[in-house]
């Protein structure tokens, strides 16, 4: 079953959301490391020797294992998706110049879909004309999946029910239907359907909306890991050597003082 980026997306922000709010009990004001005058540490270095807050470096471990693990599972599922999206792209490229096609008149999509070439006018329309519903689609359709035995539209029953069409048209015209995934509810399915029928012009405006949906989803997702990365790595810092001269200049720390020293600050 392939997730939707949207599907993605929210249960990694949601994670994210959820580690926020249990580390709203460990310290007074979100992402604020909290100053105790509590039991000290001496750290000492071939640089110098400091006084340490250790409450200082307690709550920055306790952030940083709050972040590192809940980000790591959302970003995990959402990763997993990447080589997913990138085979349809590949699969899709491969479909230039094949398969039959009427010629003619170009609809003139946007680069923007990602599409090898324009799709040929008669092409769509020899699609759209198909008068199957949905319904008989998805009965004659192979069950490949738990989402096509109860009873949504799957790319693959789509392409059965359209033998003899231009494969790009069929592929472009069900990219239409939903956003990065192979599978569609049925009644939303009909109802494009008929609206694409009445009136072409529409299809390629959903179609580039549905591929512009599709990058944003993909754009934010890697937002929303960055946000996890930077602040997982900033807490491993102040939770373990916080005294390291490189947080403070990054990212030229990794070679001004260098990785290699911080074991001479590790608490």
Known sequence: MHLQSSTVITLFTALLLSAQYVVNGFVQQPLIIAKLPTATKSSTSRFLLTEVDLSEAETARKLFFLWFFGGSGGGGIAVGQFP??????????????????????????SPLCGYPEDLCLADVQKVLQ?????????????KDSFWAERGYLRFVAFEAANKGCNPLAVRAIFDALTTSTSTVEPDVAQELLDQFRNDVGSFKETVLLSKVKGYAAIGLLLFLLGIASAVSADSFAAGWFPEWPGRENWPIGIVDPGLWTIPDYWI
């Open 130 to 142: 198909n008068k199957m519903s949905v319904e008989k689609m998805v009965e004659k359709g192979p």
């Open 84 to 109: 997913k999206m990138f085979g349809r792209f590949q699969s899709v490229q491969q479909l230039k110049g094949l398969g039959p096609t009427a010629g003619g008149e170009k609809i003139g999509l």
